[in-house]
């Protein structure tokens, strides 16, 4: 899976270009992802809803260890997104607007289960578009 680290090192993009990426996973709102990062950091350590790193920072290292990344998803309602599986869509164009739903395999098994041990069971399993600017 390419991270929005590594679509710089491709070459062929330009300042303008818009990389998509069709993501599938679990969608967390902000105030369950910030619970749950609270939860993660131990008593006296709570993260403010507000703060978006620290609340991923928190997550991530969790979630990687089940083949998973956290990432902060959305263009005008911002949620955290448990993702999966991704998959390198190329450059933006009017027609990735509609789009195939990834398929759940073992591997959303999985995690669903890691996220319900882990006290978090506000989620929503969905397939979304990821417009990344280099």
């Known amino acids: 899976m390419l991270n ?6 491709l070459g062929f993009l330009g300042k303008n270009d818009i990389v998509c990426y069709r993501s599938g996973g679990f969608l967390i ?5 910030a619970q ?3 939860r993660i950091r131990g008593p006296g350590r709570e993260i403010d809803v ?7 920072d928190a997550i991530h290292p969790r979630v990687e260890g089940h083949g998973a ?15 999966t599986q991704s998959e390198f869509l190329g450059l933006y164009s009017p027609n ?5 739903d990834l ?3 073992e591997k959303e098994d999985a995690v669903e289960q ?3 041990d882990e006290g978090v069971t506000d989620y929503e399993l969905t397939t979304i578009l990821r417009r990344v600017t280099p």
Not at 4 to 9: E, H, K, R, S, T
Not at 96 to 100: G, I, Q, Y
């Open 4 to 9: 929005d680290g590594q679509v710089n090192v």
């Open 29 to 33: 709102s902000p105030e369950i992802a």
């Open 36 to 38: 749950w990062a609270s």
């Open 50 to 56: 507000r703060y978006m790193i620290p609340i991923s």
């Open 69 to 83: 990344a956290c990432e902060l998803v959305g263009n005008e309602e911002l949620n955290y997104m448990v993702i």
């Open 96 to 100: 990735l607007a509609t789009f195939e």
């Open 103 to 105: 398929e759940r395999g």
């Open 114 to 116: 890691f996220l319900k």
